[in-house]
């Protein structure tokens, strides 16, 4: 089961690479991880903060994008926790937990992740949570996790 | 005032469909099960198979159309046509069949699916691959990669919101293997479900049990669309078409973990256009066919349906409501996604029109109408109302 193991950094396996789009429109977000630093998608016209990142403003149609570095605070938004492994690669490490986050700091865009720390507990939607950044250096990216604050 | 829209001026006139298979169980091409669907449809409508002039389809169907033509002998093809998405389109290609008839573009249009995953891709293996798919990079790093996960993730949060429990789930699922086990072209024929059985079997992902996940199959549907007027002097009793809708509410990106409305199924501006070109209630419905690829989906369409409001569900959705002969609303009364067959839900389609026609296995007394679903936390969706 996945759990943060001494000698493992990785939540998962890396199984799964991460994986900007191709076109680029979300690129500065995968940088910003990198640095250990959550950005999300800003208009530098309007304002309008926006998730998942596009090439224009949804508010306004404006192309002229920004970012804005926001705090890696958050609450589970959802979650579920997996059983049957996909790819069948992972079946040593389920069950494992994907939580959806939502950013106060942006308004409450949202944000998937895994939840550290011991799968089969008891997760409750609302309860506050904090980045941990996962660095994959050798593939030259980085993961953006969350734990439970106590 | 008079609306100009497609009510009452196209029917179905036609139902047929493969064997169905376990996935991997078709002895011949998912190919030769489009063509058998096809062939079997036209002979339920009594028309000959070269009087069909025009295909439609959805979810990206392989089975291309000048193929079809080709193999099938079809004399001329004067329409073919896919709806954009998954399986939010099934009631999509119904509606673009009745325009093209009504319209003059052809005459006799074939809706179809064929579907072999045992031959070709499974959904259930998620998208993983260097290729993947735009917004699936935020997810797939943590994990999260097939529908049945994606789609947890919003029916936890509906099921929060609204303090549903996994009653209502199992509910969904077992009303599917109920009504199976009086169909003989059901896959899951003869295997009933106890509400034991659902609880004890293994979690796919929570909340979903192995049984609150459709199938993999091997099979084709189709249907014969045609003017109201040819269908008069057809072999059938017409399913006329009352109203039929499809699009996506404010923001509802596919594979987006955004959207403004996220507990939802993607139906509330959708069932009210339905509702309205109808001119019917909710209560004026018979019987329903509603994609149940995860059973978690249903339960959301059927509060955003107005069959219930999402408070009272717990009450409404029940083994008893939803099941034939004596529920309040029999809910895919042949077997549906979870225990008939997974044609994509095509095969819900051939369902909805043998209740107003009086020829189902699970047949609902009296039926006049009959509502069809197609999507269910997806995106674009579609919906349709036929009457007898």
Known sequence: MATEQSGSTYYLPELLPASPTPDGRDR?????????????????????????????CHKCLSFDRGWKEVAGKGRIYSWVRIWHPVPAKLKEICPFV????????????????????????????GAPVEAAFEDHKEKGYTLLQWRLVR | MEQNTIKDKAAIVG???????????????????????????????????????????????????SRLAGGLGLPELNFCNMAWTGGGGVAAAVANAAAAVVCGYAKYVAVFRALAQGQTFRFGQGTTGPGMAGLMGF????????????????????????????????????ASYHHAQFNPRAVMYGRPLTREAYDQSRWIVEPFHLFDCCMENDGASAVIVTTAERARDLKQKPAYIMAAAQGSDYRDIHDSENVPAFASSNYKHLSRRLYEMAGIEPEDVDVVQSYDHFSGGVVITLAEHGFCAADELMEFCTLDNLTWPNGKLPLNTA?????????????????????????????????????????????????LILHR
Not at chain 2, 350 to 370: F, H, L, M, P, Y
């Open chain 1, 28 to 56: 500065e977000f995968w940088e910003a991880l990198k640095r250990h630093q959550i950005v999300v998608q800003r208009c530098n016209a309007c304002g309008t903060l926006q998730m998942e990142p596009e090439w224009l």
């Open chain 1, 98 to 125: 994907v939580v959806l986050v939502e950013l106060p700091d942006a308004d409450n865009l949202r944000i998937a992740g895994n939840l550290l720390g011991d799968p089969q507990r008891e997760v409750e939607i």
């Open chain 2, 15 to 65: 139902v047929g469909e493969s064997k169905y298979y376990k996935r991997g169980g078709s002895p011949v091409s998912e190919f030769g099960l489009a063509c058998q669907a096809i062939i079997n449809a036209a002979e339920d409508a009594g028309i000959k198979v070269t009087e069909i002039d025009g295909l439609a389809s959805f979810a990206m169907e392989a089975n291309e159309p």
């Open chain 2, 139 to 174: 997810t797939v790093p943590y994990g999260l990669t097939t529908p049945a996960q994606k789609i947890a993730m919003r029916v936890r949060r509906f099921m929060h919101e609204h303090k549903i429990t996994q009653d209502a789930l199992a509910a969904v699922s077992m």
């Open chain 2, 335 to 383: 077997g549906g996604n979870l225990a008939e067959c997974y044609v994509i839900g095509m095969q819900l389609v051939n369902e909805a029109a043998r209740q107003v026609r009086g020829d189902a296995t699970c047949q609902v007394k009296d039926a006049e109408i009959s509502m069809m679903i197609s999507g269910s936390v997806t995106t674009p969706a579609s919906n």
